[in-house]
């Protein structure tokens, strides 16, 4: 069983930056393929960024240029830089994981296990 603990999350003003990170426990992250949701108050869950086992990723349309995914696989540990932050990208971010080497998709039913969730914040 997997398990995601993410932290980084706050308060920031638009503009500004946060750096999530997502720790995995219970299996190494090298074959999994990783991922950001987001979720606000009253919208459906987004897909935010996907990183692969190859280093592969993709991103939403609205965070391309803004949002960096990366991982460090000896540590476990799924990252999401985040910079020129919006007020519209105010949400609990999730990390979720699938046990599939290239699963380049922001699809949430394709993920197995996910995080808790962390608040961003974005005020005007």
């Known amino acids: 069983q997997v398990q995601l603990l993410e932290c980084g999350g706050g308060s920031v003003q638009a503009g500004g930056s946060l750096r999530l990170s997502c720790a995995a426990a219970?299996?190494?992250?090298?074959?999994?393929?990783m991922a950001w949701f987001r979720q606000a108050p009253g919208k459906e869950r987004e897909g935010v960024a996907v990183i692969v086992s190859s280093g592969s990723r993709i991103y939403v349309d609205s965070v391309r240029g803004r949002f960096t995914v990366s991982r460090d696989t000896a540590k476990d540990t799924l990252y999401l830089q985040m910079d020129s932050l919006k007020p519209e990208y105010t949400a609990t971010y999730y990390c979720?994981?699938?046990?599939?080497?290239?699963?380049?998709?922001?699809?949430?039913?394709?993920?197995?296990?996910w995080g808790q969730g962390t608040q961003v914040t974005v005020s005007s």
């Open positions: 219970g299996a190494s992250i090298r074959e999994f393929s």
């Open positions: 979720a994981a699938v046990a599939r080497p290239s699963a380049l998709s922001l699809l949430p039913a394709l993920f197995a296990y």
